[in-house]
């Protein structure tokens, strides 16, 4: 029953969703709503990027085996949110066409427009399935004998339903609800978590000191994030989309301010859910991934758990659309020439768009069997740099730096990305994040490059 009513609550609020779109006819409008959001859904929709699986099932995962310091993937997201501030008028004077690769196309050449999106294609393929993993967690607790492959399906189909058929729209309306549902039912959650292990004197007498200090977590690790967040609000197609198609500079500016507040909590609340988990060893096997399904099981009354349940599949389901949806506005720019050429109609268009972003959502099924119990904050973390961090100096010096050209360009990206990953690839991830490598060597390789061909070429 818990099950029906779970999905129940999911397959309406998505046929919400899909329901908003119902006016989309163009490929266009379904990328970017007509450029009219306000500021709450800029927020809602930067929170939902933000949240996804990391700062709830990763953070509970991290409250699990370090403490409170679980939570600095959400203080970090946040403070980059806020910083982000400061860059977004220039991202929206010179991104005028809703697209990262638009903006290098015409300010480089299509050459590095087609490297920036090809990479973010490719991180894609692996940044979904890690969203996906998440869910599948929710699911199968909610359903013990549903396999991976099954869990999978399910998630991508209730995902792509209304990105597909409604996209910026349908992802405004259920990013609105699922927000509201998860923070009203997470914190009744947590009330029931500390009630039925007793209290915040369970923790303090069954864990360690060092689970109360949020700097348990290694500087090292924290610094990487707040890096690659904020690296990722310039650069990650998903991750200003929302604030480039705002009505205006202000309610951009609001939005992100809004979506940074409301970002902040939910860190710290799946944090402690974690580690109500592990002070009550609730886990036989430690395998953390399982730790915030695990105690809201354990401590939650049925019909709490299901909303719970239901909210953060809702949450991980709108990360995973807003990550699709970025993919279609990519496919949609890279595929406009042959839909010139073919003299494709707006209703032709907007087809194909969703045909791309619903045949790539279900390939990404493939690595999602590879991330069984990985800790997933750092998989995301270390991904999004590899693809995000050797963009950012070809993306700020173009907006900034005038004498910056298209050489400089393509060599800061092309470097920024072979350096990450050898990174990864030789193992040194593991000691040392990889955005602590790729930006200085990018930015260096860009400056020396723009130096040396300086009035060679025209920037």
């Known amino acids: 029953m818990n099950a029906v009513i779970m999905f129940g609550l999911i397959v309406i609020i998505c046929l919400i969703g899909i329901f908003a779109g119902r006016s989309v006819s163009s490929a266009s409008q379904w990328a970017n709503g007509g450029k009219n959001l306000t500021w709450a859904s800029v927020g809602l929709l930067l929170v939902t990027f933000q949240i996804g699986g990391t700062s709830t099932i990763g953070s509970a995962q991290y409250g ?196 940074a507040i409301l ?38 009354p049925s019909w709490l758990m299901t909303l719970i349940f239901a909210s953060i599949a809702l949450i991980v389901i709108c990360t995973l659309a807003g990550q699709l949806l970025a993919i279609g506005t990519i496919f949609r720019e890279l595929l406009n020439p042959m839909y010139e050429k073919q003299s494709f109609t707006e209703k032709k268009k907007l087809a194909f768009t969703r045909l791309i972003a619903f045949a790539y959502g279900f390939l990404t099924i493939i690595p999602t069997f590879a991330i069984q119990q990985s800790m997933l904050t750092p998989l995301v973390t270390i991904l999004v740099a590899c693809v995000t961090a050797p963009m950012f100096f070809a993306l700020v010096a173009g907006m900034f730096w005038k004498k910056m050209n298209t050489k400089a360009a393509m060599w800061s990206i092309i470097s920024g990305l072979v350096i990450g990953l050898v990174w990864v690839i030789t193992g040194m991830s593991k000691a040392w994040h990889p955005v602590y490598i790729i930006l200085p060597v990018s930015s260096l390789v860009g400056f020396i490059v723009c130096k040396a061909t300086s009035g060679k070429e025209l920037a």
């Open 64 to 259: 699990y085996t370090l403490g409170i310091g679980g939570a600095w993937y959400g203080i970090t997201g946040t403070v980059a949110m806020l910083l982000s501030i400061f860059f977004i008028s220039s991202l929206r004077k010179y991104i005028t066409e809703d697209t990262v690769a638009n903006f290098l196309a015409n300010r480089y050449s299509s050459k590095v427009s087609k490297v920036y999106s090809y990479a973010y294609l490719l991180m894609g393929f692996v940044y979904i399935p890690v969203q996906l993993f998440t869910v599948t967690t929710i699911f199968r607790t909610i359903i013990p004998g549903l396999s991976l492959t099954w869990a999978c399906i399910i998630g991508l189909v209730l995902s792509i339903s209304y990105t597909v058929i409604s996209g910026v729209s349908g992802a405004n309306y259920v990013s609105k609800i699922s927000c509201f549902l998860m923070y009203l039912s997470m914190a009744i959650g947590l009330i029931f978590v500390m009630k039925g292990i007793g209290g915040f004197s369970t923790l303090n007498e069954n864990l360690d000191p060092s689970y109360f200090t949020l700097f348990a977590m290694p500087t090292k690790t924290w610094v990487s994030w707040f890096l690659t967040c904020f690296v990722a609000f310039l650069t990650m197609q998903a991750a200003i989309q929302p604030s480039l198609i705002a009505k205006d500079d202000a309610n951009a500016k609001k939005g992100i301010v809004f979506g």
């Open 263 to 300: 970002n902040l909590p939910c860190g710290f609340i799946c944090a402690l859910i974690g580690m109500a988990c592990v002070a009550t060893n609730l886990i036989g096997d430690g395998n953390s991934s399982a730790a915030f399904a695990t105690a809201i099981n354990a401590y939650c």
